[in-house]
């Protein structure tokens, strides 16, 4: 099992400080959406003095109606396929950079447990989306771990791959 840093943690601190950097110096903007993370990824970044520069808002979309409601998720998305999806959290992505008039989004949504769990969505099962410039990003993870530490690798994740991300637009 891999020991994800926590959401306040150092190295999450410098990943966020990269990536305010980095959309500073593009004059772009920042939003998410969360469900599992219940605000993580969020309060990780608004840790950085002057994130109020970058990063735009964030949305904490719990409950499935949140989600249709606040982001714009067609409520078939999460009929048809369940909360934790692929459709899904595209769909949470692109409507907090649409909503935000964000340039770029992270969107998450998983089975941080300890119940819930399934055997095609077991415990762990996270969904990441990212709205990027050229369009949405999306990745399945099965993180390992109790609920506090599939929420801690869940923010290193979005937020590592952001970074990765942005580095490599054009």
């Known amino acids: 099992m891999i ?7 150092p190295e999450v601190e410098a990943l966020a400080t990269e990536i305010g950097q980095l959309l500073l110096a593009r004059g772009e903007t920042l939003s998410t959406a969360e469900s599992c993370t219940g605000g993580l990824i969020a309060a ?13 808002r964030g949305y904490i979309t719990y409950a499935n109606h949140a989600k249709a409601e606040m982001l ?3 409520p078939a998305f999460i009929d048809g396929l369940g909360a934790v999806s692929e459709p ?5 992505a692109q409507g907090a950079a649409s909503n935000a008039n964000a340039r770029w989004a992270i ?4 089975v941080a447990g300890p119940s ?3 055997a095609e969505k077991p415990v762990g099962t996270v ?4 709205a990027t410039p050229n369009g949405i990003v999306t990745e399945r993870q099965v993180f390992a771990g109790d609920r506090t530490q599939v929420r801690a690798a869940t923010v290193y994740r979005a937020l590592y791959r952001l970074a990765e991300l ?3 637009a054009h």
């Not at 990780?44 to 735009?56: K, N, Q, V, Y």
């Not at 969107?107 to 998983?110: F, I």
């Open 3 to 9: 020991n994800f840093p926590a959401p306040f943690s």
């Open 44 to 56: 990780a970044i608004t840790e950085i003095a002057g994130s109020s520069a970058w990063f735009e």
């Open 72 to 74: 714009d998720v067609p």
């Open 88 to 92: 899904v959290v595209a769909a949470m």
């Open 107 to 110: 969107a998450v949504s998983g």
């Open 116 to 118: 819930g769990g399934s």
């Open 127 to 130: 969904w990441l989306a990212w």
């Open 166 to 168: 942005i580095k490599a």
